[in-house]
């Protein structure tokens, strides 16, 4: 069965502060990873990944893909209170029917 | 280009009601997809959708649960006979292609089993 983690499931840090959310998946027959911001509602689009190793970059957030590894990060520098939400990372199979998602990471940023 | 619409926003319902949800894709989107979320869990994947076909239902309950996408209208995700379990938060997403490349996500349907 398909399994995505993330880590930590819940960070708190200070305005200003870097993060670093971690995400890593099994998965038979992987397409692309997305990461996803929730705050209370819809699932917001960050990033897609498909390929190791290139950098997707937005503004103060960035991510990249191992898929020797297995695994992604999503980084955010300079944090602000309204970067506070869940991030969800989801696996996309090459079916296109589903994504498997992590339980996400609770992020907290405090003034 | 309004984006994905979902209605109800809040449903309660008592059990043993049915419950219908409703996700309007993004214009000239034909691909919905169906995921629940259950209180501190993550999204969970329930069915995936084209105009008039269920492509993959791989994700729904056996009993209760049913999904359809007309030619014409929203898609209806119903659930026959609710319990209490079934409260969630139901989102859909709508994509152009059969993927999600450029898939939006509807604001979702908060049902809550009395």
């Known amino acids: 069965e398909d399994k995505v983690v993330q880590s930590p499931l819940s960070l708190v840090v200070h305005e200003g502060d870097t993060v670093t959310l971690n995400c890593s998946y099994e998965v038979t027959n992987f397409r692309s990873l997305l990461w996803y911001k929730q705050e209370k509602k819809a699932p917001t689009f960050l990033f897609m990944l498909?390929?190791?190793?290139i950098e997707k970059k937005s503004g103060r957030l960035s991510s990249i893909l191992d898929k020797k590894e297995l695994f992604s990060i999503l980084n955010i520098t300079a944090t602000q209170t309204g970067d506070s939400a869940v991030y969800l990372c989801?696996?996309?199979?090459?079916?296109?029917?589903?994504?498997?998602f992590g339980e996400g990471t609770q992020l907290t940023v405090n003034p | 280009n309004a984006g994905v619409m979902q209605n109800p926003r809040h449903l309660v319902r008592r059990r043993g009601q049915e419950a219908r949800l409703r996700c309007s894709p993004m214009?000239?989107?034909?691909?919905v997809y169906w995921y629940r979320q259950l209180p501190e869990e993550g999204l969970k994947f329930m069915v995936y959708?084209?105009?008039?076909?269920?492509?993959?239902e791989s994700g729904m309950p056996k009993e209760r649960f049913s999904a359809e996408f007309p030619k014409e209208g929203p898609s209806i995700l119903r659930i026959q006979q609710v319990v209490r379990g079934d409260s969630a938060a139901y989102f859909c997403?709508?994509?152009?292609?059969?993927?999600?490349?450029?898939?939006?996500f509807g604001q979702g349907t908060r049902l809550t089993v009395v």
């Open positions: 498909t390929s190791s190793g």
């Open positions: 214009k000239g989107h034909s691909h």
């Open positions: 959708l084209q105009k008039e076909n269920i492509i993959d």
């Open positions: 989801a696996v996309e199979e090459t079916s296109g029917s589903r994504l498997t």
């Open positions: 997403a709508s994509s152009l292609l059969d993927s999600y490349t450029e898939a939006f």
